[in-house]
C-alpha cells in the first residue's frame, strides 16, 4: 500500500490487537481510522497508547458492532461519544447495519467518519454482499447523511434568517375598544394581540389600572408614554 501512495491506513476490527501492524502503520505518520468492533477497553488503550508512542496524531475511533448484519440495539452509539471524551480524539462509526437510521443517529451524536459496505452488483456475491448496500440506495443514503449532518449546525439562540419573515406571527398590544382620555386601562380595552407591530406584551402591566392621556380608537397600537 505505500508503494501505491495508499492517503490513509484503515485498522479493521480483527487487526486492532495486531500490534506490529499498528505500529508500522504508525510510523507512515499518515492518518488512521482504527475500528474497535472487536476490542474490549484496554485493547482500545493498547492500540491507542502504541500509535501516539509513534507520533501518530490524525487518529479516528470508529465505534463498530461486528455483525453482519449488525442489530440495532447492540450499536450503543453512546459509546462512541464516550470515546471522544475520554480518548480525546475524532470519532467515526462504521455501520453494519442494513439500514440508515444507525450512520444517521451517530452523524448527530458527532461522527466525523462514516463507513458503509457497499456493492456494486446484486447479482455478484461476495463475503459481504448479504449485508452490503447497492449504489442506488447508498446514494440515498449518503443524501440522509448530508442532510443529518446540516441539521446539527450550531449553537446559537437568534432567530434564523428563514424565521425572520414571520416575526410578525407574534403579539403586541393593541387598543380593543375606544378610550376616551382619562379613562382606565383594563384587560378589557387593550389586548396582547397579532401583529407584533405594537407594543411588547411585557408592558401589559404598566398600563393596567392607570389613566389614559388622550382619545384612542380601536385597532390602535399602544406606545410608551400613553398613561398619566
Avoid at 28 to 40: D, E, Q, R, V
Wanted: hydrophobic share 35%; charged share 30%.
Amino acid at each position: 500500500l505505500e508503494k501505491h501512495k495508499c492517503p490513509i491506513y484503515k485498522i479493521a476490527s480483527p487487526e486492532i490487537t495486531d500490534l506490529p501492524l499498528i505500529e508500522r502503520v504508525a510510523k507512515t505518520k499518515k492518518p488512521i481510522f482504527i475500528s474497535t468492533g472487536l476490542a474490549n477497553k484496554k485493547d482500545i488503550e493498547m492500540a491507542l497508547k502504541l500509535l501516539r508512542k509513534n507520533n501518530c496524531k490524525k487518529i479516528i475511533l470508529m465505534k463498530c458492532t461486528s455483525s453482519y448484519p449488525a442489530p440495532l440495539e447492540e450499536i450503543n452509539l453512546k459509546t462512541m461519544q464516550h470515546y471522544e471524551k475520554k480518548f480525546n480524539l475524532k470519532v467515526g462509526y462504521s455501520d453494519h447495519t442494513l439500514n440508515h437510521s444507525a450512520s444517521m443517529a451517530a452523524t448527530a451524536l458527532g461522527a466525523r467518519v462514516i463507513e458503509k459496505h457497499i456493492v456494486l452488483n446484486n447479482k455478484i456475491k461476495s463475503l459481504d454482499s448479504f449485508f452490503s448496500m447497492n449504489l442506488k440506495n447508498f446514494k440515498i443514503f449518503v443524501k440522509n447523511i448530508r442532510e443529518t449532518g446540516k441539521c446539527i449546525g450550531s449553537i446559537n439562540y437568534q432567530i434564523s434568517k428563514s424565521s425572520r419573515k414571520n416575526l410578525n406571527g407574534r403579539k403586541s398590544l393593541y387598543v380593543s375598544q375606544d378610550i376616551k382620555k382619562g379613562d382606565l386601562f383594563t384587560h378589557e380595552n387593550i389586548k396582547s394581540v397579532r401583529p407584533s407591530y405594537g407594543l411588547h406584551p411585557k408592558y401589559l402591566y404598566k398600563f393596567i389600572g392607570r389613566k389614559s392621556k388622550k382619545n384612542l380608537r380601536k385597532g390602535e397600537r399602544l406606545k410608551v408614554g400613553l398613561v398619566v
